[in-house]
């Protein structure tokens, strides 16, 4: 385990613009995004809220509307879906959203 992440016993599924990522729970959406794509931590990203490279919008659930949010600020949950993303978070993680499964509707 990194020092990078909070300390997490299992891993969580989440659905990042349409495909499903495993990520350690307890942590920070940023962070978990960054376990699975390790170029946001090569990001423009400040951290703190400041910069606004990391807004999205997220649902909790299949059902509750579209929430806007900084993905530095926002404890990722499971089941979460991140349904838009800034383009920094879209570029740094073009690869990773490339290779991963489709998440079912």
Aim: glycine letters at 6%.
């Amino acid at each position: 385990m990194s020092d990078l992440y909070e300390p997490y016993a299992k891993l969580v599924r989440v659905v990042i613009l349409g495909k499903v990522f495993d990520v350690p729970e307890n942590n920070i959406l940023l962070r978990q995004m960054q376990f699975v794509a390790p170029d946001i931590g090569s990001g423009k990203y400040c951290w703190n809220a400041e910069c606004r490279y990391c807004e999205i919008e997220y649902r909790r659930d299949g059902e509750s509307p579209d929430t806007a949010a900084l993905a530095c600020r926002l404890k990722g949950l499971p089941g979460m879906r991140v349904t838009k993303a800034a383009f920094e978070i879209r570029y740094n993680m073009s690869e990773d959203l490339a290779a991963a499964p489709k998440a079912e509707e």
